[in-house]
């Protein structure tokens, strides 16, 4: 039996509160050197820049309970990739060039694949948010995944809709050119049938044609479907819900963890959203001590509320250090070194963070259960 390191919410809590002391031996010069790769400018960038400023408070927060192993961390610039492949492996080998030693990215599944290409059996990769099964490469080539994947994601979304009897009749709207989006919409297509959902209208749509949705809806709104599923990234839906109020169509809207950022879309009603759900596993409005504090420090440090994918980022630190505690791995392992070592001690971890109870298997995966949220009153609320 593997032994199991549990990094309970109450152990963060003491840890922030600097029960760890130095280690003495530590040399000074040393420290562990983390890379985050997103989009921080460009349509998806309130995913992106959450990640990358929660890791820079998990960072904080671990440099004054005493570092990992007693060596300080020090989170690089953010790489920028603006969610394009090609973009993220030029991040990615200026990373390396400023000695990036762990990288907590990418954030998007095209560009984490190209990424996880280059980074292949060379260095440790914790993707926060990247679902795509193709986004990484397993325990042997020193990958791993914070998140669901898209078929975890599109059939949990038709368990819950199906046991939570909020619809029989379902139309779907999604970008079909889209990695992430076409993923999640075969896997839920795939488990509809099985939960006694009947999809009674799917369209598609292009990333180059994503601004005008009128053929699709009038077909979705004549189709008489009690639920629209999208599949989508928060900035693509915000127009669909837009589109959708003009034209009066009523009905249920249930998205997954893309959807999250919707409420920070600039110059959207957020009232169009009400009643909105969707599958992910955070929200801000959880009144645990962690996630409550947490989110309090987000708020006051960068003026917006955390999203899922800050939750995520925050982890994705969070786990490195209890993966290199782990495995006593100090910063002057090499790259290939630090990879395999922490590779081999995620399996023997466990943490349970801002996003749940979370282990890994040898293929990468977290698993931990997916939670429903839903737009209440302008804020994600967690529904039992």
């Not at 530590?26 to 990640?51: F, H």
């Not at 809207?253 to 959203?273: K, Q």
Request: charged fraction near 20%; glycine fraction near 8%.
């Amino acid at each position: 039996m593997k032994f199991k390191k549990a990094l309970s919410v109450a152990l963060c809590a003491s840890m922030v509160a600097g029960c760890f002391a130095t280690v003495a031996s530590a040399d000074e010069d040393l420290t562990w050197k983390i890379g985050v790769i997103g989009p921080m400018t460009g349509d998806y960038a309130q995913y992106g820049l959450g990640v990358y400023q929660a890791a820079q408070i998990a960072v904080d927060e671990i440099n004054a309970a005493g570092g990992i192993n007693g060596y300080q961390v020090e989170l690089l610039d953010a790489g920028d990739d603006q969610g394009d492949a090609e973009l993220a492996v030029n991040a990615y080998n200026n990373l390396l060039d400023q000695g990036m030693q762990l990288l907590c990215g990418t954030v998007t599944s095209g560009a984490c694949i190209a990424v996880s290409a280059e980074a292949y059996g060379s260095t440790f990769l914790l993707t926060p948010s990247a679902t795509a099964v193709e986004a990484i490469n397993g325990a042997d080539a020193y990958q791993f995944r914070m998140c669901f994947t898209d078929p975890n994601q599109g059939s949990a979304s038709a368990q819950y809709i199906a046991e939570n009897e909020l619809a029989s009749t379902v139309a779907i709207l999604y970008d079909s050119a889209a990695d992430y989006n076409v993923g999640i919409h075969d896997s839920f297509v795939a488990a509809a049938d099985e939960y006694g959902l009947e999809i009674v209208e799917d369209q598609a749509y292009t990333t180059d044609s994503n601004t005008d949705f009128s053929v699709q809806l009038t077909k979705i709104q004549e189709s008489g479907a009690e639920l629209l599923f999208l599949p989508n990234y928060y900035s693509d839906d915000a127009l669909i819900l837009q589109q959708a109020a003009d034209m009066g169509l009523d009905i249920l809207y249930f998205g997954v963890d893309g959807m999250d950022g919707l409420l920070a879309v600039e110059n959207f009603d957020t009232s169009l959203a009400e009643g909105a759900m969707m599958l992910c596993s955070f929200s801000a409005t959880s009144t645990d001590d962690l996630t409550a504090t947490f989110t309090a420090t987000y708020e006051e440090t960068y003026g917006t509320t955390p999203n899922q994918f800050a939750a995520d980022g925050y982890d994705v630190v969070y786990t490195m250090k209890a993966a290199a505690e782990d495995a006593g791995a100090t910063p002057d392992m090499s790259n290939e070194e630090l990879a395999a070592a922490l590779s081999a001690s995620m399996m023997n971890i466990e943490i349970d963070l801002l996003t749940g109870a979370s282990s890994w298997t040898e293929d990468g995966e977290c698993t931990k259960e997916p939670k429903a949220i839903q737009i209440v009153d302008g804020v994600y609320e967690i529904l039992e």
